[in-house]
């Protein structure tokens, strides 16, 4: 049985993501109290559902505390795999200002700022255990192109991702280690270049033609390999490398496509590009 469980901030994509997993064939519940996780799939495995997502939010604060344990419990019996969506304040404030939707932890006598950072301090302890997931700066086409992407992985202890941004829209939430390579020779300044990304072969062979460029991704490839099993033996689950140039279409694509492919052998690997369709 595969089991996917679905957490995060309200307003960060929790619904897009399971209708995501719905339209691939898993069964979906939605905002599961945290305590009854046990119980719905003992309940449902011997149905023959082999695949379950749900969701579970900061109302199930009471009985977060046993999840942990659960979870744990759980995938000694079955392929499970966490994910936590999160996105930066303003853009959370943002989204509630335009649906004019009420926070679900807003009683009446806090603001919208301080239930989304007390919902934040709520989850913290599941987010530990998750796959975390920045959708502050991601189409709804994008976050279910990516859940569906995440969730065909074959089960594993650990999975490296390698993760193109701009620097202009900001930093991912998700990185755990964020590469500069805005230093390096620019091919948006080449005019048939611009149009295209670091996954077009003028720009590969541009790139690759710049003796800056392969120096820096060798330190970058060397400084990876020297630290990824420190983070491995530090029970890492997901690890998310982000490199990123100005505007995440050129240099910052090409850096994580290549450096997928060099660790590819050793590791499963994930490829994300967010600023691209």
Not at 47 to 68: H, K, Q, Y
Not at 106 to 120: D, H, K, P, V
Not at 247 to 261: I, K, N, Y
Request: charged residues 25%.
């Amino acid at each position: 049985m595969k089991l996917v469980v679905i957490s995060g901030l309200s307003g960060s994509g929790k619904s897009v993501a399971l209708k995501a997993m719905e339209d691939a064939g898993y069964y979906c519940i939605d905002n599961l109290p945290a305590d009854m996780l046990p119980a719905v799939v003992g309940h449902l495995r011997p149905t023959g559902c082999n695949e379950l997502a749900v969701s579970i939010d900061a109302r199930s604060a009471t009985s977060l505390a046993r999840l942990p344990e659960d979870m744990a419990r759980l995938r000694g019996e079955l392929e499970l795999k966490v994910i936590f969506l999160e996105t930066k304040e303003d853009t959370l404030v943002k989204r509630f200002s335009e649906t004019r939707r009420r926070h679900p932890l807003n009683t009446g006598e806090l603001s919208l700022q301080e239930c989304i950072r007390a919902e934040r301090d709520i989850l913290a302890p599941l987010r530990r255990l998750a796959h975390p997931l920045d959708t502050s700066d991601l189409s709804a086409n994008s976050l279910r192109a990516w859940i569906k992407e995440f969730c065909a992985l074959k089960s594993a202890a650990f999975t490296l991702v390698f993760q193109s941004f701009g620097f202009k829209h900001g930093i991912p939430l998700d990185a755990d280690l964020v590469f500069d390579v805005r230093c390096l020779p620019n091919p948006h300044y080449c005019p048939e270049l611009r149009p295209l990304t670091g996954r077009d072969a003028p720009v590969i062979e541009f790139l690759r033609g710049q003796p800056p460029v392969l120096a820096m991704l060798e330190d970058i490839r060397a400084y990876v390999a020297k630290w990824l099993p420190a983070y491995i033996e530090d029970n890492r689950s997901y690890f998310t490398v982000a490199l990123g140039c100005t505007g995440g279409q050129h240099r910052s694509v090409w850096f994580a496509e290549t450096l997928a492919e060099r660790f590819h052998a050793g590791h499963q690997v994930l490829v994300r590009h967010r600023e691209l369709p």
